[in-house]
């Protein structure tokens, strides 16, 4: 008896096999073709939405640049500040964003209220009250400029020269003109206003103002 299962069950897969090797083989060539690109694309849909910004600690970052000079693009932030979390949500999980981040700056996240010392250019620079909540790190309030303001971002050029904070959150088409301003070195020959006005976007233009 179980020999006889066996061998209906057997011959039912062969059935069903030869039946779509049929219709497959009965596929024209261009209908073969779109399908080969449908499963194409969807593969890369299934990528872009799994890539992400590659993060670095600030001293991580200064060390990279070193030995392959890049700007640095810095995510000023705290745990308890919603805005940055929805910025992490949205607009930093933008394939497009994504892409331009990872290939043209050393990204960096900074907890503006981090208790770790930092060493940079010599110099520590410290968290002056870790155990007091709400307590701003030196290098956060050195790149903010005492405006402590989250999320706000923070950008410096290839030779780790600060150049400019950039505050508030921002949908990708706000945040896309901003960080290729940087990212083209166009802050060398041109304001902002200037550049925006030729810079093409997907959604309405950004009225963010580079100061």
């Excluded at 779509?20 to 779109?34: G, S």
């Excluded at 995510?75 to 981040?101: A, L, Q």
């Excluded at 410290?126 to 909540?133: D, F, K, L, Y």
Aim: net charge neutral.
């Amino acid at each position: 008896m179980l020999n006889y299962q066996t061998s209906i069950y057997v011959n039912t897969y062969n059935v069903i096999y030869l039946h779509i090797n049929q219709q497959i083989t009965k596929m024209t060539k261009p209908m073969l073709i779109v399908l080969s690109l449908f499963l194409g694309l969807q593969a890369m849909q299934a990528q872009e939405a799994t890539e992400t910004i590659k993060w670095y600690t600030f001293t991580e970052a200064v060390a990279a640049n070193i030995k392959s000079p890049r700007p640095l693009f810095i995510d000023v932030y705290t745990d308890w500040c919603s805005w940055c979390k929805k910025m992490d949500k949205t607009t930093f999980r933008d394939p497009e964003i994504v892409k331009y981040m990872n290939e043209t700056f050393y990204p960096v996240k900074f907890d503006a209220e981090m208790k770790e010392d930092i060493v940079f250019q010599g110099k520590t620079f410290v968290n002056p009250n870790p155990e007091s909540t709400r307590s701003s790190h030196q290098v956060a309030q050195a790149l903010l400029k005492g405006k402590m303001s989250y999320p706000s971002y923070v950008f410096m050029s290839d030779k780790l020269e600060w150049l400019t904070v950039v505050p508030g959150y921002m949908d990708s088409n706000k945040f896309d003109p901003i960080i290729h301003f940087f990212g083209e070195k166009a802050y060398e020959d041109r304001s902002f206003e200037e550049y925006s006005k030729d810079y093409s976007v997907k959604k309405p233009e950004t009225s963010e103002v580079i100061k």
